[in-house]
């Protein structure tokens, strides 16, 4: 059952950011996450302002520089078969086409995706927990197995985005449109992490809204992907998952970005197998480092040092890749 709220629909950002301004109104997009969450009574909201009278905010273009710049409305269904995604941010296509379902592909926005709430069992169900303003969370003495192994604090959050950690790979920024005007933000800077603020998923100000996502031309021959572990081979979360973009000079890193997905409550980027790979030789040596590089600072829960081995064979399989590709 949902408690009624007030729904409208500006026909411009300015409006929309106006509307935003009055208290409790959440932004809806595609709503595959916020319904549920209104429904579940996990937050309640007295009035959601659609951005579906905004005619801009969708789809992908390229930018004079050889960038993309994707609207924040396009679904993940467009990202997942956009043949320029596919070809110069192939990560970013994988990500998207390993979110979810179909159904939820297709109505789905990418800007939503970036702003989800997490999937935690006691944030989502009847616990007054850290992040819902509560006294402590839930996980650290009780059923821990799906939670972060990296950067958890005081909650103990994996941030269930798949496209999330593949944007930060490729260095790709948001768009965001505010009462203070307009700002550019890297998507690594966009969420927050929970010794900030363990009751916001992202460093968002009030009624600022994203309006596209912006991904830097790609270097000639960059090798990206993403690769998404789940419990089962239907829709699921991610249990551990990393993104990879890669700038090769032959056998030879240039750069590199190594994102680990479901480790941590935000994208975890993972300086330290960057580190063991940048501006060395992808050889059998290198690779076992930097996955054991990688998982070094982890501190699992109770029940989640598995996750330890399958994030290192996880990395390993996906740089030996790179060597093949
Ligand atoms: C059953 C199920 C399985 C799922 N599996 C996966 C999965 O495997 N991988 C994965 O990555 N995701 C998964 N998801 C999450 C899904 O991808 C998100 O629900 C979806 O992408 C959210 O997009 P939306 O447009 O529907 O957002 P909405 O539900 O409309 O909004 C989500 C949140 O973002 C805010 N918001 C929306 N747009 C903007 C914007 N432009 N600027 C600022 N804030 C905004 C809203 O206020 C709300 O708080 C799953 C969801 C469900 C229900």
Not at 207 to 235: C, D, M, N, Q
Request: hydrophobic share 40%.
């Amino acid at each position: 059952m949902f408690t009624p709220f007030a729904y409208i629909q500006p026909g411009s950002v300015e409006d929309v950011v106006t509307a935003l301004g009055d208290k409790n109104a959440f932004i809806h997009a595609g709503g595959t996450d916020l319904l549920g969450c209104l429904r579940d009574d996990v937050f309640s909201a007295d009035k959601l302002v659609s951005l579906s009278g905004l005619k801009d905010i969708s789809g992908v273009s390229e930018t004079s520089d050889g960038g993309l710049v994707i609207g924040a409305l396009t679904t993940i269904t467009d990202v997942a078969e956009h043949p320029l995604i596919q070809r110069k941010y192939a990560g970013l296509a994988q990500a998207a086409a390993d979110v979810a379902s179909p159904q939820l592909r297709n109505q789905g926005t990418l800007g939503g995706n970036l702003c989800q709430k997490p999937r935690c069992w006691y944030y989502r169900g009847d616990f007054d927990c850290l992040r819902k303003g509560g006294y402590k969370c839930f996980a650290v003495n009780g059923e821990n197995e799906y939670h972060c192994i990296m950067g958890g604090a005081n909650c103990f959050i994996v941030h269930p985005s798949d496209p999330a950690p593949a944007l930060v790979a490729l260095d790709a920024e948001v768009a965001i449109v505010g009462p203070g005007g307009r700002r550019r933000l890297p998507v690594s800077e966009l969420h927050m992490p929970p010794e900030k603020d363990p009751t916001r998923e992202t460093v968002l100000q009030d009624a600022e809204v994203i309006t596209a996502i912006h991904l830097p031309p790609a270097a000639a021959g960059r090798y990206s992907s993403y690769r998404k572990i789940r419990t089962r081979r239907s829709w699921d979360f991610a249990v551990a998952g990393c993104a990879l973009a890669f700038d090769m000079e032959g056998d030879q890193v240039r750069d590199c970005r190594v994102v680990l997905a479901a480790a941590a409550p935000v994208p975890w980027r993972s300086r330290e197998a960057e580190e063991v790979l940048r501006g060395n030789t992808l050889n059998d040596g290198n690779i076992r480092a930097a996955a054991r590089a990688a998982v070094a600072d982890a501190r699992p829960m109770s029940n989640n040092a598995y996750k330890i081995p399958l994030f290192e064979g996880l990395l390993r399989e996906e740089f030996g890749k790179i060597v093949s590709a």
